[in-house]
């Protein structure tokens, strides 16, 4: 038992030097540019716009009061024609997260955007007619997701 | 004397000869689907492509690079001939068969709190994992005396934690059960220090190079930097379907922990009632004011 303890003691200063010598945390710090006006500039504005809606349109399911997700729910369905027009060829930039499938693949890519305009065109139907809204938002959400997972890369492969 | 041993001799021939087999038998394998469904389909186990348990990618850590273990039933390479109290020792207690400790890369301090009753359904759901044949690699770790180092890691490190025999049925307290030592939450979202051990004042306060170099978020319930400003309902949708409030997903391994990797379950296929105790517990965690986002993520894109 004593042998252990002091075996363990022992390790435990080497684990210690080992540490202290070679452990310093990495650190890393990649404050981007800021994108100069342009198509790359103006999606993320819009989706970001985007964002804010759809937490509107869970603000409204949370309140229980789901009429309310009506008006975001078509914004969000009115921005989708203006965003796929700001993908014109050869507007990638490290500081975005389109993939280049985006180019390559572009009918997948319109049908998947084309999907989020039917889902949220629905969900304010259903919110304006007093329908699922929750069921229906879940749909927009699945659209959100389809594309993101086609299309961006995850935030990590920016760097 | 004889008289005595001999009934003694008996009962430990029985309980060698059949060990494994009473024991396995005690746990539900349909229980603890649940069970492996809530611990995130012990994903780390499993290849991006599958099969479930196969052994699972890299992990890179400072302190070297480690190689999750087959957990499937093969015999050779899995846990196939493991003894239930094999498993369960390397579960909770962080010992290897050959009575070394292992990696803390392996988070058994935390399952370690893992109720017993948990702990034998697991158990029988892994036992029906089927066989996959890949190979373990040996872990290639930057420390002088790794079995020691590991030894003393548990010692100075590991808390003290009593596994209850059955864990809390319901409500917050389940939910906190589940977080702490089944979920695991922590071993992720709470920042570590330079020992690679999980910093307890910084509990579930987030971390900017989490496993895999990823940023993992802020859970407590700060509103500038965590999730104080969101409902119970808003983290219900994250473990669900990986659903943020702003209605973008949830990535990386998160995303994995949720959806299963390689084929396999993960939160989603948790119960409800489960999902629900976790986000009702979360939603009570105390703030720390920690931000963890990277500087060119805050003030929204751009």
């Given amino acids: 038992m004593r042998t252990e303890r002091r075996i363990t003691t022992m390790a435990m200063a080497v684990v210690a030097a080992v540490l202290l010598s070679g452990g310093a945390a990495q650190t890393k710090d990649e404050d981007s540019p800021k994108l100069p006006p342009g198509p790359i500039a103006d999606r993320h504005e819009l989706m970001k716009h985007n964002g804010d809606d759809a937490e509107k349109i869970g603000d409204a399911l949370k309140a229980g009061k789901p009429g309310d997700a009506a008006a975001p729910a078509e914004r969000i369905a009115g921005s989708v024609d203006h965003f796929l027009k700001l993908f014109p060829p050869g507007s990638e930039d490290p500081n975005s997260r389109a993939k280049p499938e985006i180019w390559t693949k572009r009918v997948e890519f319109d049908r998947l955007a084309a999907n989020l305009k039917t889902t949220a065109n629905d969900l304010a139907e259903a919110a304006k007619a007093n329908g699922d809204v929750k069921k229906a938002s879940g749909a927009m959400f699945k659209a959100c997701k389809a594309c993101h997972t086609d299309f961006r890369k995850p935030k990590d492969d920016e760097d | ?302």
């Fill in chain 2, 1 to 302: 004397m004889v008289v005595l041993a001999l009934p003694a001799a008996a009962m430990l021939g029985v309980a060698c000869a059949s060990g494994r087999d009473v024991a396995a038998s005690s746990g539900d394998p349909a229980r603890g689907r649940e069970v492996f469904a809530l611990a995130g389909g012990c994903g780390c186990h499993t290849p991006e492509k599958g099969p479930v348990g196969a052994g699972g990618r890299e992990l890179e850590t400072p302190f070297g690079t480690f190689h999750p273990t087959n957990i499937t039933s093969d015999e050779t390479r899995g846990i196939g001939e493991w003894s239930d109290a094999e498993i369960d020792g390397a579960i909770r207690r962080g010992v290897l068969r050959d009575g070394s400790v292992e990696t803390p890369v392996m988070p058994y301090y935390r399952y370690a709190g893992m109720a017993d009753a948990d702990v034998r359904d697991l158990i029988a759901y892994l036992r029906t994992l089927p066989a996959a044949s890949q190979e373990n690699r040996p872990h290639e770790v930057d420390l002088p005396f790794p079995r020691l180092a590991f030894r003393a890691w548990r010692w100075l490190f590991a808390p003290d934690v009593t596994a209850p025999a059955v864990a809390p049925p319901s409500g917050v307290e389940r939910g906190r059960y589940l977080s702490d030592h089944v979920s695991i939450c922590g071993d992720c979202h709470t920042p570590r220090d330079r020992f690679g051990a999980p910093d307890p004042e910084q509990y579930l306060a987030g971390a900017v190079d989490g496993p895999l170099g990823q940023v993992v978020p802020n859970i407590t319930s700060d509103k500038g930097t965590g999730i104080g400003s969101w409902a119970v309902s808003d983290i219900e949708n994250v473990l669900e379907m990986g659903m943020l409030p702003d209605f973008d997903n949830v990535q990386g391994l998160m995303a994995e922990m949720i959806d299963g990797i390689g084929g396999g379950i993960g939160y989603a296929q948790a119960s409800k009632a489960d999902r629900n105790a976790i986000a009702e517990y979360i939603h009570t965690v105390p703030p720390i004011i920690h931000r963890v986002e990277k500087k060119k993520d805050r003030g929204g894109p751009g």
